[in-house]
Structures are given as structure tokens and as C-alpha cells.
């Protein structure tokens, strides 16, 4: 049972315009989400991350919007740049007070960024 | 600043050999570790945490082991490997729960 899900395997978008990223949950006790970012050959890079206390949260050109009642987030990068290509991947826990609980993660969209 | 450091970045083994994966995190203390699995076509698997030394949680039952010998040391290892431990492994750190993650640029096993 896959707890969280990136149901889009790739996204192409034009440069300079916005790209939003889409991801579900089906665990209400996730009440923390986390986007990663991929590069070929690396470990994913951390990006924004956002309590289920908040519905949204901006960094730079990063804003994660969270929807509890749908169990939905959303990563949006504007404007988008060619580096933004890479695989994203969107990440859930269970924040469980004083555990380590580890990250379930979605499979990932591969954002293309079109000159 | 802190940094990961996983080895090999490859590794192409037997089936039935043994295997042992490093990981050693600096500029942080008493760190969360995790091992993650990706293998082909499947996402990021939690395989292991460690909240301390010693103190190794396994989250699936698999062929592969953990151990934490020092504070910021993570090893995985295996005494006899399968076909169907072949994939990407990933180590990474936290400050504890509730905190981003933060990978190293893993290790691909293949099992020949």
C-alpha cells in the first residue's frame, strides 16, 4: 500500500513560467512533508518542508501548500529555471515525539524545464 | 557546516558475498541515521534508524544488518548477498524527528 503517492511520472513546463508538483497521502497521522530534489548519480537534496500546523510555507521561489482535509500537497517553483530539471520527490512523517521515525517517500516526478 | 560521506559510490558483488556499506557524518553530534533503499522501479525504503550508538531500529525484515560503532558511523552490511539486494542505498542524518533529512549521493550495488 503506497502511503504516498506522486501520481504524475514527469512534468514538462516552459522556462520562466510556473511548475507545480502534486502529491497525495492516505496516512492522517503524517504531520510532516518534506520535497526533495534528484540529480542523476546523487542523494536527494533537501528543499522546503511544512507542518501540518500550516497550509503553506515559502522559500525563494519554492512555496508547499498543504490541503489536510484533501491530504494533498503541492510544491510550486516560480519562476522555473533549467536547473530546476530533476526528479522530485515528495516525503511524509509521522512525528511521533522523541522517535526517528524514517520518511515514507512517493516515486518521484521528473520536472523538465523547457528553454 | 555538516557533511555525509557514503562509500563506495558502486559496487558490483557475487551472490553469497559479504557486504559492508560506510557511512560517516561530520560537523553534527548525536545525529539521527538512516539507511534507505531505492531498488528498480520502487521508491525510497526505510531499511534502518539509529537514534544513538548501539541502538539500531530495523523497519523491514531483510538480509541486511545494521551497526552504529561510533556516534556519526553507520554501517550496513550483509553476510550473504541475494539477487534481490541489488539497488540504491542511501544513508542520511537528522537533527531528530521532525527535521529534514539530508542524504549522502549513495551506493549502487549490483549482484551478479
Known amino acids: 500500500d503506497q502511503q504516498v503517492k506522486q501520481n504524475s511520472p514527469s512534468l514538462s513546463v516552459q522556462e520562466g513560467r510556473i511548475s507545480i508538483l502534486n502529491c497525495d497521502y492516505t496516512?492522517?497521522?503524517?504531520?510532516?512533508f518534506l520535497w526533495y530534489k534528484k540529480y542523476p548519480a546523487e542523494g536527494p537534496t533537501f528543499l522546503i518542508s511544512?507542518?501540518?500546523?500550516?497550509d503553506k510555507n515559502e522559500d525563494g521561489r519554492f512555496t508547499v501548500f498543504l490541503n489536510k482535509s484533501a491530504k494533498h500537497l503541492s510544491l510550486h517553483i516560480v519562476p522555473s529555471q533549467p536547473g530546476d530539471s530533476a526528479v522530485y520527490f515528495c516525503?511524509?512523517?509521522?512525528?511521533?515525539?522523541?522517535?526517528?521515525?524514517?520518511?515514507?517517500f512517493g516515486k518521484g516526478t521528473h520536472l523538465i524545464i523547457q528553454p | 557546516s555538516q557533511t555525509i560521506h557514503q562509500w563506495p559510490a558502486t559496487l558490483v558483488q557475487p551472490v553469497g558475498s559479504p557486504l559492508s556499506l560506510e557511512c560517516t557524518v561530520e560537523?553534527?553530534?548525536?545525529?539521527?541515521l538512516y539507511w534507505y533503499r531505492q531498488a528498480a522501479g520502487r521508491g525510497l525504503q526505510l531499511l534502518f534508524y539509529?537514534?544513538?550508538?548501539?541502538?539500531i531500529s530495523s523497519e523491514v525484515p531483510q538480509n541486511l544488518s545494521a551497526s552504529r560503532p561510533q556516534d556519526r558511523q553507520f554501517i550496513l552490511s550483509s553476510k550473504k548477498l541475494l539477487l534481490s539486494d541489488s539497488g540504491f542505498y542511501l544513508c542520511?542524518?537528522?537533527?531528530?524527528?521532525?527535521?529534514?533529512?539530508?542524504f549522502g549521493d549513495g551506493t549502487r550495488l549490483s549482484i551478479l
Open positions: 539509529s537514534v544513538g550508538i548501539g541502538q
Open positions: 516525503a511524509a512523517l509521522v512525528g511521533s515525539g522523541g522517535g526517528a521515525d524514517g520518511l515514507t
Open positions: 496516512n492522517s497521522m503524517f504531520d510532516y
Open positions: 511544512i507542518s501540518s500546523i500550516k
Open positions: 560537523g553534527t553530534s548525536n545525529p539521527n
Open positions: 542520511a542524518w537528522s537533527t531528530g524527528a521532525n527535521q529534514p533529512q539530508h
